[in-house]
Nanobody, 123 residues
Framework: VQLVESGGGLVQSGGSLRVSCAASGIISEHYAIAWFRQVPGKEREGIACITGWNRATYAQSIEGRFTLSRDNAKNMVSLQMNNLQPEDTAVYYC??????????????????WGQGTQVTVSA
């Protein structure tokens, strides 16, 4: 299983970015994809996840601003991030886990991880 993130970068406060996760080696419908983020000195935080059947859940900190989308034919999951704030600055990781009906934001449920992509939001 391989996960590759793309699309991070630098944006001003209030701006938007889209990060994507390309997966290989998995059967899309059987795997949930989650997004986590981490800042130095803090725990990696689960912020959103989506099942193979497009059931998504979001952490309160990003709900209403971030939206997941999934294309099983392309094995791709994207996270559209709107109204970004400086506190959203972090390394963003996607992860895959064998969760078909419900997904979680728990790190332990995801054995496969991408390398991360930096998102920086300037004030």
């Amino acid at each position: 299983v391989q996960l590759v993130e793309s699309g991070g970068g630098l944006v001003q406060s209030g701006g938007s970015l889209r990060v994507s996760c390309a997966a290989s080696g998995i059967i899309s419908e059987h795997y949930a994809i989650a997004w986590f983020r981490q800042v130095p000195g803090k725990e990696r935080e689960g912020i959103a996840c989506i099942t193979g059947w497009n059931r998504a859940t979001y952490a309160q900190s990003i709900e209403g601003r971030f939206t997941l989308s999934r294309d099983n034919a392309k094995n791709m999951v994207s996270l559209q991030m709107n109204n970004l704030q400086p506190e959203d600055t972090a390394v963003y990781y996607c992860a895959a886990g064998l969760l078909s009906r419900l997904c979680t934001h728990r790190r332990a449920d995801y054995p496969y991880w991408g390398q991360g992509t930096q998102v920086t939001v300037s004030a």
